[in-house]
């Protein structure tokens, strides 16, 4: 699934790296635990979370993701911001909550464990 | 000329918005130096829990790296707390996180294990009331 196509599911706003909206993703997770994230994550791109903390960002910068969208209209600092932009991290917001946003993106076509599904 | 390359990094501990900032540069670094991803992501979360470890456990401490032709050494050290029962630490899910830490996505007690996993070797030194110090290795080849 494109990153764009995602955002037009989400009903999402791109806070960040728009120049990467074209990029292919195939799997994704929802967490708000970073612990989790890290221990637990494998080829995951997209991170949707709840959590807001400069944390976030660095956690997907370290698993190699492409993008985090933050659920429940949470809005990340500017700093933030910065850390995505030097790793070329899209991030976008939704108003959805973390249940419905990951629903929608799994009946799409989104999966969580790309490896079950090849 | 087999000069290995070293990289010192003091970690904050005061500063929680701070920590995994060494972990980031490194994987900069390793990129720059063109290893491979699946090295680079090994290190780095290894790099990255240590990290967090010191700040949320020990308040603060010091990461070194060293890259050398056949492995990366990775050697963190504070002077925290102290583990008491290192086996204890080493479980899945064992974890003295306050609630404070867990509101900020942390302290599941999956760590130490994911060090563990991610590195070839680890070893834990850690003596209770002055320090601990992690050393981890991850072979290149
Ligand atoms: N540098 C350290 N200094 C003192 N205690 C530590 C240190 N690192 C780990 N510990 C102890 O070992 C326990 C297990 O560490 P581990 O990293 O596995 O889990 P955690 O940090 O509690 O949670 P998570 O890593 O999942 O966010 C910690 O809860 C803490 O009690
Ligand atoms: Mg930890």
Redo the contacts between chains.
């Keep these: 699934m494109k990153i764009s196509t995602m955002k037009d599911l989400l009903d999402a706003e791109v806070l960040c790296c728009e120049e990467n909206l074209g990029r292919h993703v195939y799997s994704a997770c929802g967490c708000?635990?970073?612990?989790?994230v890290?221990?637990y994550v494998k080829d995951q791109a997209v991170l949707l979370t709840g959590?807001v903390?400069?944390?976030?960002i660095?956690?997907a910068?370290?698993?190699?993701m492409v993008c985090i969208v933050f659920v429940r209209s949470k809005l990340p600092t500017e700093?933030m911001l910065n850390?995505a932009k030097d790793?070329g991290i899209v991030i976008m917001q939704t108003k959805k909550r973390l249940y419905e946003a990951c629903g929608i993106l799994y009946s799409n076509g989104l999966v969580g464990n790309k490896a079950k599904n090849e | 000329m087999s000069e290995e390359l070293v990289f010192h990094f003091d970690v904050d501990g005061e500063d929680?918005?701070?920590?995994?900032?060494a972990?980031?540069q490194i994987?900069k670094i390793l990129r720059r130096l063109g290893l491979s991803?699946e090295i680079i992501?090994r290190v780095?979360?290894a790099m990255?829990?240590g990290e967090?470890n010191m700040v949320i456990h020990a308040g603060g401490g010091v990461a070194d790296v060293r890259v050398f032709e056949d492995y990366i050494e990775l050697v963190l050290k504070d002077k925290g707390p102290g583990i008491s029962d290192i086996n204890k630490a080493m479980q899945e899910g064992y974890s003295t996180a306050t609630d404070t830490i867990?509101s900020?996505?942390?302290?599941?007690?999956?760590?130490l294990?994911?060090m563990k996993r991610y590195s070839d070797t680890m070893e834990i030194n850690s003596v209770v009331g002055e320090g601990t110090e992690i050393k981890m290795r991850v072979n290149i080849r």
């Design positions: 708000d635990l970073m612990s989790d890290l221990a959590l903390n400069p944390q976030v660095r956690t910068e370290m698993m190699d700093e850390l790793s | 929680f918005t701070s920590a995994g900032q972990s980031v994987k991803p992501r780095s979360i990255y829990e967090i867990r900020l996505g942390f302290g599941a007690g999956m760590g294990p994911n």
